[in-house]
């Protein structure tokens, strides 16, 4: 078992695939469709297809981050194993999350003072952040310790290009974007 797990968000917005075979556990945001409360867990409680079809009918999801108690949660079954954590954050530009998670990796610093979480704002979204993932996966992979990979998401989370394409602007606007 590595001394360390690096993780990060379900917006990453990778395919369930790649977080088994990259070893890199996701914390779900969540989404409100119809008044009721859905966990972004890449299409298991919801199939994609069935999201969007649901959207055309004019239904306008909802976002929200992942909370502290969610964080503590998430963060505390890897420090009890013995493990380092080192979780990369959607953009704090864009979601409270980063914060989120700031908070509860100082609640448990006191409780587990032997290990270190340390938490770097991708300043990313989507595929972008996936894409950052992977490239850190390798770093990992490649026997960077705990410190160096961490060194390296700071050093190289602004090196990445960030492209997205929309067909339909409708549900940007509706959302206020």
Known sequence: ???YVITCCSTADMPESFFTERHIPFVCFHYTMDGKLYPDDLGKTMPFKEFYDIMRTGVQPTTSQVNVDEYLGFF?????NGQDVLH???SSGISGAYNAACVARDMLAAKYPDRKI???DSLGASSGYGLLMDMLADVRDGGASFEEAHAWAEENKLTIHHWFYSSDLTFYIKGGR
């Not at 505390?76 to 009890?80: A, G, I, R, S």
């Open 88 to 90: 990369v954050s959607l």
């Open 118 to 120: 340390e938490i770097v």
């Open 1 to 3: 078992m590595s001394k």
């Open 76 to 80: 505390e079954p890897f420090l009890q």
